[in-house]
């Protein structure tokens, strides 16, 4: 297993248009988070994981954000509308019990709206 | 709301010299307080944490420290190497103990 795997690593859309990205986790690790990070700052929480439970969403998921994680192994998190104030890093993250702090970050999707 | 301030938000240091960064968080419920590092077009990586019980940690060139009282912890990188230049970001976990809440991150330098 080689750790969290993001695809696509860029992604450069339209203003309007929608976008799909997906996160396969560490293999059996059971928690799954995005976060979202702009230029210069650290990472946002935007949702969590558990299993298949989607267990708590930030305020900064807006309506046009939805996460899945069907069937408790990847996910992934789709954008609406896209807007340019959308453009950023989406990362991933995975993490499981006995340590279910001990999160492992995947190497993100760059998203460009223009 | 829940809060992570991060200091410097840059850092330069000689080769060899050792390197502090700073951070202090606002709520008193937070118990887990890890260390990432990013490099540029890279995802962070963990590369120590601490817990609420333990007041310091130590992990090779790394250390940090944990001060409960006052809210704030801090990294301590010893005999820096120029392969030690990134953003290094704190962070504490939330009230809720579902996520991280992040720094806005320090640019460490290291010149050789």
């Known amino acids: 297993d080689t750790g969290v795997s993001q695809d696509p690593r860029h992604k450069i859309t339209k203003r309007g248009q929608n976008v799909t990205f997906r996160c396969d986790p560490i293999?059996?690790?059971?928690?799954l988070y995005w976060y979202r990070q702009t230029l210069g700052q650290g990472p946002e929480f935007l949702t969590y994981?558990?299993?298949?439970?989607?267990?708590?969403k930030s305020r900064l998921l807006s309506d046009r954000f939805s996460a899945e994680r069907p069937k408790g192994s990847f996910s992934t998190l789709e954008i609406q509308r896209t807007e340019q104030g959308d453009s950023a890093m989406y990362l991933c993250?995975?993490?499981?019990?006995?340590?279910?702090?001990?999160?492992?970050f995947g190497q993100g999707t760059r998203l460009t709206v223009v | 709301g829940e809060n992570v301030e991060q200091h410097p938000s840059t850092l330069s240091v000689q080769e060899g010299d050792s390197a502090v960064i700073k951070c202090t968080y606002s709520?008193?419920?937070?118990?887990?307080f890890p260390w990432y590092k990013q490099e540029l077009g890279k995802g962070p990586q963990l590369i120590i944490d601490?817990?609420?019980?333990?007041g310091e940690k130590k992990d090779q060139r790394i250390a940090v420290t944990l001060n409960k009282t006052a809210k704030h912890f801090s990294l301590h990188i010893t005999e820096t190497q120029p392969e030690d230049s990134a953003v290094y970001f704190c962070?504490?976990?939330?009230?809720?103990?579902?996520?991280?809440?992040f720094g806005k991150g320090t640019t460490l330098s290291v010149s050789s």
């Open positions: 993250a995975s993490s499981t019990l006995p340590d279910r702090w001990e999160a492992f």
């Open positions: 601490i817990r609420s019980n333990v």
């Open positions: 709520d008193s419920a937070s118990n887990y």
């Open positions: 994981f558990q299993n298949e439970a989607q267990l708590e």
């Open positions: 962070a504490a976990s939330n009230q809720a103990g579902t996520a991280l809440i």
């Open positions: 293999s059996e690790h059971n928690r």
